[in-house]
């Protein structure tokens, strides 16, 4: 068996780009976010067409990525970059017909409100049950930019894990204040600020030979397919 292509995704979930990175759609996709004739082939979609890449999801604290790299939101480190953030977010929910909505609320609830805890809650499913980590994280993105949810308070917390059937979600919303959970997830921004990070996405490919690339953004996952030698294909079909 050839060996496999370590993948880290390292994001945190009011990032819109790191919902488009993480899984804008795929056929599986269509029927988990209604969508009629969705193309986009994304990170977690070319795992079926490149077997040899090993994803693991790793949610991020981004205020403290941001604070360690010195950087600040796009929207507030120069005032013109909000328009444009705006802009390009709708411009590539249309590209690749995903039904992301900018929240005109959005400055103001990264200057008010913390997705930390959002974040936490992945990393006590990913601790306790595994296997629902992409369900937790997709419905997570989903309620915030899909739907225009919050995703802040604890009934936030239960509707997401009821949607995903995961059990036992009272006591998961109650474990993201304890300390293994706090842990998992200031190893994972740690891990991320070690390797040069300062924003999300941020991707890190580790290659056969033990070094790594890493990557910053939506848009790379031409450069993580030539790197492991695979053909990256882009969108079927897209529409503006």
Known sequence: MSKKFAVDLYFDVISPYSFILFEVSDQRKSLVLNLSNSQLLSLHAYRAQWPKMDVTLKPVALGHVMKAAGNKPPALAV???????????????????????????????????????????????????????????????RRFWCERKDIFETADFVEVLTSCGVANPATLVASITSEPVKERIRQYTEEAIDGGCFGAPWTVLTLEDGSQEHFFGSDRLHMIGHLMGEKFTGPVSCKL
Not at 111 to 119: C, E, G, L, M, R
Request: glycine share 2%; proline share 5%; with cysteine.
């Open 79 to 141: 005032a013109a970059k909000g328009p444009y953030m705006m802009k390009d977010v709708q411009r590539l929910a249309r590209y690749f017909d995903l039904p992301l909505q900018f929240r005109e609320d959005f400055i103001t609830i990264i200057q008010t409100k913390s997705s930390i805890n959002a974040d936490r809650l992945i990393c006590a499913v990913q601790m306790t049950q595994p296997e629902k980590t992409e369900a937790v994280a997709r419905a997570h993105f």
